[in-house]
C-alpha cells in the first residue's frame, strides 16, 4: 500500500559560498490520510522546508535527493502544471502571519472565492460556499465580512479566514506552519480549535508545525520532533510526555514553561539551536547532547522504533 | 530634454500641489482644458482655417478677441481647436509607453533572472538616448505628422515608466501574499493579472499623469522644429512657430497665445499629477 504522504531519505542541499550544504539530512516521515502530525523543533531546524517541499516550494538553486511521494507521486517528478493542481486541489497551506499573506487590498470574499472561481464556480455560488464556511467556523455577521477588506479584521479573525479559504479548496492534506504564532495567547486557542474540528470532519490530514509542544500534543496524532535537517524522533502525541527516549525531546519537554514550578528558573536546552548546515557530521545533536558518547560523533544514528539516538538501540 | 527638465519643473510642481488652493486651481484647469478639447468645434467661434488676408494681423477686438494672424485666421478659434493636437499627443505617448513599460516591467520582475537583466539593459541604453533627439530622427526618417513623433516618443517615454514600474513590482512581487498565492495553486499569469496590476495601477497613473507635462513640452517643442503636425493644422507648438516672423511685425499674439496655453496646461497637469502622488 502506498502511504498518503511519505518522506522517503528526503535531502535537500542549498548553495553557500563554502558550496552546497544540507538543510535537511535525511527526513523519513510517513503520515496517514486523515492523520494530524505536529512537527515541533526549534529555529531553524528545517520544519518549514519539509512542509514546503511537499508543494515543490524551495529555495532557489537548492537540490533534493531522496523523494516526497504524495499519493504514490513523486512531487519532484511533477511539472508545472502538475504543481498547480497539486497546490489548488489536494493540498493547502496556512501561513503564520494572516496579516502578511493576503492581497491587502482585495476584498474577504475576493480572497475566499478566487480558487473557487478559478475551478469555474460562479461568484455566487462560491461567495456562498465560502459564507458558509465562514459560518461554520463560528464567524458571525459573514455577508459584513466578505465585503471587508483584511485591514478591518483582527489578526485572530483574518487568520480563521485562512483556515476557511484553505478549507473551500476541500484539499486533503492542509500544511499548517505555524498558524497561530503572529496571534495572540486568546485566540491561538480559538484558531488551533477551529483548524481541529474542521479537518477531523473532513478527514482531512494535517501537517502542523510548531514552536509548542503542548498546542501541538493537543491537535495531533504522532509528534514527530526535528533537530538540524533530521526527524530525531517520531512518538504518538498522548504519550509524549511519558515515553520520550531522544535526548532532545527529554530537553525540549523540560524547557517548557509547565515543567517547573512556578518561580524557578525555566531549563533551556544547553548551546544554541543548529541548522542541518552547522550541525556536526555524526549524530546532529552531538554537541548539545548531555550523555553523549563517541560514537555518537563518527555515526549518525538512524530512525528505528520511532527514535534515532545509539543509546536507544535495543 | 526629458530628464534636463525633471528637476526644474518637479520640484515647484511638488510645492504648489502641496497648496490647497493651487491644486485645486490646477485641477479645475485640467478640467477646463480638456472640455475645450471636446467641445472645441461647438466653442471657436470661427473657423480656425478660414484665410482672410484683408483682415491679416487685426488687433484684439470683439469679434477676434486675440486677433488674427499673417493670413486673418482667428487666433482664439485656432487656439481653442489646437488643444485637440496639443492634448492627444501626449494622451496617446502616455497609454502607449504606459502599457508597453508596465507590460515589460512586471514580465521582467516576475520572471527575473536573464530576461530581467536584458531587459533592463535594453531600458538602460533606451534611458540614455535622449527622448526628443530619438523622436526628431524618427520624425525625420519617416515624415512628420502626428503618428512618428507621438510612436518614436512613447518609446523614448517605455524606460521611465518600466524602471519605476519594475522596482514597485519587484517589491510587490516579494511580498509573502504572493507566495501564498503561488501556494494556492494560482498561475503566475493569474497573480500577474488579477494582483499585481491592479495593485500597481495607482503608481501608474501617477507615473503616467507625470509623464504627460513632459510629453506636452516635447511633441510641442517637435511641432516647434516643423517635425510634428503640418500647415495648415492648429497645433500650439506650431502655431509658437508659426508666429515667430509675426513677432518681427509687431504682432507677438500668436507666438505668446500658444506658448501660454502650453505653459499653463503643462503646469496644472503636473501640480495635479503631483498631487496625486503625495497621497
Redesign the interface.
Known amino acids: 500500500m502506498t502511504a498518503f504522504l511519505e518522506f522517503d531519505h528526503l535531502r535537500v542541499d542549498v548553495p553557500t559560498p563554502m558550496g552546497p550544504r544540507p538543510v535537511l539530512r535525511s527526513v523519513n516521515l510517513a503520515i496517514a490520510a486523515g492523520e494530524a502530525v505536529g512537527l515541533v523543533g526549534e529555529s531553524g531546524s528545517g520544519k518549514s522546508l519539509t512542509a514546503r517541499s511537499v508543494?515543490g516550494?524551495l529555495p532557489g538553486g537548492a537540490t533534493i535527493a531522496g523523494a516526497v511521494r504524495f499519493r504514490g507521486t513523486d512531487i519532484g517528478t511533477l511539472d508545472a502544471a502538475g504543481?498547480?493542481?497539486?497546490?489548488?486541489?489536494e493540498v493547502?497551506?496556512v501561513?503564520q502571519?494572516p496579516r502578511?499573506?493576503?492581497?491587502?487590498?482585495?476584498t474577504i470574499g475576493d480572497f475566499l472565492t478566487?480558487?473557487l472561481r478559478?475551478r469555474g464556480m460562479s461568484r455566487s455560488a462560491a461567495l456562498a460556499l465560502a459564507g458558509g464556511i465562514l459560518a461554520d467556523i463560528g464567524v458571525d455577521d459573514v455577508p459584513r465580512r466578505l465585503k471587508q477588506r483584511p485591514y478591518e479584521l483582527s489578526g485572530g479573525l483574518l487568520q480563521r479566514v485562512v483556515i476557511a479559504?484553505a478549507l473551500a479548496?476541500e484539499p486533503a492534506l492542509i500544511l499548517a506552519d505555524e498558524p497561530t504564532t503572529a496571534l495572540d495567547v486568546t485566540t491561538q486557542e480559538e484558531v488551533v480549535a477551529i483548524l481541529d474540528e474542521q479537518r477531523r470532519q473532513r478527514g482531512t490530514a494535517l501537517l502542523f508545525i510548531s514552536h509548542d509542544l503542548e498546542l501541538a500534543t493537543a491537535v495531533c496524532d504522532r509528534i514527530a520532533v526535528m533537530y538540524a535537517g533530521e526527524i530525531v524522533e517520531i512518538l504518538p502525541a498522548k504519550s509524549l510526555h511519558e515515553e520520550a527516549r531522544h535526548p532532545y525531546t527529554k530537553a525540549l519537554l523540560r524547557a517548557r514553561p509547565g515543567s517547573v514550578p512556578p518561580g524557578e528558573r525555566l531549563q533551556i536546552v544547553p548551546g544554541t539551536p543548529q541548522s542541518g548546515i552547522e550541525a556536526p557530521p555524526g549524530c546532529v545533536f552531538a554537541d548539545r547532547c548531555p550523555v553523549v558518547e563517541a560514537d555518537c560523533r563518527t555515526t549518525v544514528p538512524l530512525l528505528v522504533g520511532g527514535v534515532a539516538c545509539h543509546l536507544e538501540v535495543p | 530634454m526629458t530628464l534636463a527638465l525633471a528637476a526644474p519643473l518637479r520640484l515647484p510642481a511638488r510645492r504648489l500641489a502641496a497648496l490647497g488652493w493651487a491644486s485645486s486651481l490646477a485641477g479645475l484647469i485640467c478640467a477646463l482644458v480638456v472640455l475645450i478639447a471636446v467641445f472645441a468645434p461647438w466653442i471657436a467661434p470661427h473657423d480656425p482655417n478660414a484665410v482672410d488676408p484683408l483682415n491679416a494681423y487685426a488687433p484684439l477686438s470683439a469679434a477676434h478677441p486675440l486677433g488674427t494672424d499673417d493670413l486673418g485666421r482667428d487666433l482664439l478659434s485656432r487656439l481653442i481647436l489646437g488643444s485637440r493636437t496639443s492634448l492627444a499627443g501626449p494622451l496617446v505617448v502616455i497609454v502607449l509607453s504606459g502599457a508597453t513599460g508596465t507590460a515589460l516591467a512586471v514580465s521582467a520582475a516576475w520572471i527575473g533572472g536573464w530576461f530581467d537583466a536584458a531587459v533592463s539593459r535594453v531600458l538602460d541604453i533606451l534611458f540614455a538616448f535622449p527622448g526628443l533627439v530619438l523622436a526628431i530622427t524618427v520624425a525625420a526618417l519617416f515624415g512628420a505628422g502626428f503618428l512618428a513623433p507621438v510612436v518614436a516618443l512613447s518609446l523614448a517615454y517605455v524606460p521611465i515608466i518600466a524602471r519605476v514600474m519594475r522596482a514597485a513590482a519587484l517589491r510587490e512581487r516579494s511580498l509573502p501574499y504572493v507566495e501564498a498565492l503561488r501556494v494556492q495553486g494560482f498561475s503566475g499569469w493569474h497573480i500577474c493579472r488579477r494582483h499585481l496590476l491592479p495593485n500597481l495601477a495607482p503608481l501608474l497613473v501617477v507615473q503616467a499623469a507625470i509623464s504627460f507635462g513632459y510629453a506636452m513640452i516635447d511633441l510641442a517643442s517637435i511641432s516647434f522644429l516643423g517635425l510634428g503636425l503640418q500647415p495648415p493644422a492648429a497645433d500650439w507648438g506650431l502655431m509658437i512657430a508659426n508666429g515667430q516672423p509675426s513677432i518681427l511685425a509687431g504682432f507677438p499674439q500668436q507666438s505668446i497665445a500658444a506658448a501660454v496655453a502650453v505653459v499653463i496646461t503643462v503646469v496644472a497637469f503636473t501640480v495635479v499629477a503631483e498631487r496625486m502622488a503625495a497621497r
Open positions: 508543494l516550494l504543481l498547480r493542481r497539486l497546490r489548488s486541489r493547502a497551506m501561513f502571519d502578511a499573506t493576503v492581497n491587502p487590498v482585495r478566487e480558487v478559478e479559504a479548496g
